[in-house]
């Protein structure tokens, strides 16, 4: 290494020194003794004792456990293809020359912004089966609305309901991708006779399938990992643990059971989980992904 | 037809903006509202008080003494009860104390990660380092690891040192760089030319000095999204005051306003509605102050993913 090569390292390593530390301190670190928490009984009050592949084994035959992982994996299976498709549909609709246009993307990002504490008192008040607006609105419909947080079959599809009230920020991703479409595609199409749908089927998603892509993976990593509006409007996970969700109940393992060691290992168990569902979602869009250029 | 397809996409845009918006305007019309017209069927949007005429002059009658009057003598005015909000705050008790603990992590959370990330994201784009590149895939890979897997450790860390039940846990993380903004930042930095660096070394410039008074005043826009959005991260979050705070004077508004909810919930719900939008109205106005940065960060995020 010459002279200046060496000076070039110690800045850039001086620079980058804030990351490295908190690489070492908040990522490093942390995964090793999560690695090793997991396979040990650890209370936080009293040492960790080992136990090897205890914590893995009792998950299996823990019910609860799968209960949660259930209603988790039936939370992201509804709410995010709907999420996906709703946010695409009013982007795609916003992207066509209307107008007040930036009034209707910020009036569609407006319940995103909005303190997820806030929005989860919001809901319980809207859902609230005697007095809330959504059973009053369905009644002009003559339809009797259930007691949504309070009956088990509702309480899953509640909170789908909020997360797609909550999906504006797809819809400003998704808009800021349609605006670079080049019109000449569109034109072309046009030319060729080609209807709306041949456009939005031919045209649109191709060219903005990297960013469909992208909202998956964050979709899926983001829903899979919901807590806190479960946490603030079921507690303990609502009737009949129907709204129990894996990171509420990884949650309790930790800070209510104290069963740190447990708890690690279902943290490691829903990184597998997350990781798998990545890589079936890439694998199985991969070949529809247009990369401009590629 | 063009006509009718110009009017169908006029009509569902304005549906569901109505449906974004319902939400939110039942929560202030229901935080403006005495509690008896919270509960009334079918529901009251608009708070009013009920008057009777008698003599030409108006008096005030309750709700449950409507039926002792005729109902042509009745008059109804909108009426939005304001106090609801002192009376929330006061039902609260430390509405204040919250709010200061929320903005002083907001501004100590903003402060470490602007410093932070645009420090870490300088050395990531404009040294040439070797291993640099192989360094950022290691920051870059970090983002895979989802939060509860370090969850445990870093609590455990965090009491280790004494700091459970202090703000501390909240924000000294933030002086760290987090990945997502130093990924954020370095794509900026990246698009200013090499030049401007390679003169200003020339002249004898410090490292530094180019970082501070060339790169960073001109990544500007760049940095408002990360602060921004840091503001909004630390305002809103949840899990973080949930895991570390435990003495009620260390609550941020987020905390304080669930607790309010678990102790009240259930029946006085016009003061939880109005400590709801005191929550939420903040980061409402703030967003129409500085919509074209937010937007801009949201498109960034998700064009450059």
């Not at chain 1, 060729?192 to 892509?213: E, L």
């Not at chain 2, 030409?56 to 002792?68: F, M, P, S, V, Y």
């Not at chain 2, 903005?103 to 990660?113: A, K, M, N, W």
Request: hydrophobic share 50%; aromatic share 16%; glycine share 6%.
């Amino acid at each position: 290494m010459t002279r200046a090569e060496k000076r070039n390292l110690w800045i850039g390593l001086a620079f980058i020194s804030p990351w490295i530390v908190g690489f070492l301190a908040f990522t490093l670190f942390p995964v090793c003794a999560s690695v090793y928490f997991s396979f040990c009984d650890y209370d936080v009050l009293s040492r960790p004792v080992w136990v090897g592949t205890l914590n893995y084994s009792d998950m299996v035959t823990d019910s609860v456990f799968w209960k949660s992982l259930y209603n988790t994996l039936y939370y992201a299976f509804f709410s995010l293809p709907l999420c996906l498709v709703i946010a695409l549909l009013v982007a795609v609709l916003l992207n066509q020359q209307v107008k007040g246009r930036s009034a209707f993307r910020a009036t569609y990002f407006l319940p995103s912004l909005v303190p997820v504490v806030a929005s989860s008192m919001v809901w319980l008040w809207i859902l609230n089966g005697n007095f809330g607006i959504l059973n009053s609105a369905l009644e002009w419909f003559h339809v009797k609305g259930p007691q949504w947080l309070a009956d088990e079959k509702w309480t899953k599809p509640s909170l789908i309901l909020m997360a797609i009230w909550g999906s504006g920020n797809t819809v400003v991703i998704y808009l800021a991708a349609l605006q670079d479409v080049p019109r000449s595609l569109y034109e072309s199409a046009e030319i060729d006779g080609g209807n709306a749908w041949v456009k939005f089927r031919h045209i649109t998603v191709p060219m903005i399938s990297p960013v469909i892509y992208f909202n998956l993976i964050m979709g899926i990593i983001g829903s899979l990992q919901v807590f806190a509006q479960a946490y603030i409007m079921l507690g303990g996970g609502g009737p009949n643990r129907s709204a129990l969700f894996y990171t509420v109940y990884l949650y309790q393992n930790a800070f209510d059971y104290h069963q740190m060691g447990y708890a690690c290992a279902m943290a490691w168990m829903l990184f597998l989980i997350i990781l798998f569902l990545t890589w079936i979602a890439t694998r199985s869009t991969r070949r529809l992904i247009y990369y401009g250029g590629e | 037809m063009r006509l009718l397809q110009r009017f169908l996409i006029y009509a569902v845009l304005v549906l569901g903006a109505i449906t974004c918006l319902i939400p939110l305007l039942w929560m202030v019309s229901t935080g403006l509202k005495p509690i008896e017209q919270t509960m009334s069927l079918p529901p009251t949007w608009i708070p009013y008080r009920l008057y009777v005429e008698q003599d030409g002059r108006l008096t005030e009658i309750q709700q449950a003494d409507l039926n002792k009057y005729p109902a042509d003598k009745i008059v109804r005015k909108f009426a939005p009860r304001w106090e609801n909000f002192k009376n929330a705050i006061h039902a609260m008790k430390m509405f204040w104390t919250y709010l200061k603990n929320t903005l002083i992590l907001c501004l100590l959370t903003v402060i470490g990660t602007v410093a932070s990330s645009s420090l870490a994201a300088y050395g990531f784009s404009r040294v040439d380092w070797r291993g640099r590149d192989k360094m950022f895939m290691v920051c870059l890979a970090t983002m895979m690891v989802p939060f509860p897997v370090v969850m445990v450790p870093i609590y455990c860390m965090f009491r280790w040192l004494g700091w459970i039940g202090t703000l501390k846990p909240l924000w000294v993380g933030s002086f760290f760089a987090g990945a997502f903004n130093v990924f954020l930042l370095r794509q900026f930095f990246m698009t200013i030319p090499k030049d401007l660096s390679e003169a200003a070394r020339i002249d004898g410039c410090s490292e530094f000095r180019i970082f501070w008074q060339i790169i960073l005043p001109l990544c500007r826009p760049a940095l408002m999204v990360v602060a921004l959005f840091q503001f909004m991260y630390t305002w809103n979050d949840f899990l973080g005051p949930l895991i570390y705070l435990t003495k009620q004077d260390d609550y941020t508004l987020a905390l304080g306003l669930q607790l309010f909810q678990s102790q009240h919930g259930g029946t006085e719900w016009h003061y939880l509605m109005a400590a709801s939008t005191l929550v939420a109205l903040p980061i409402i106005i703030l967003f129409f102050f500085t919509q074209k940065t937010f937007i801009e960060g949201i498109s960034m995020t998700g064009i450059k993913g």
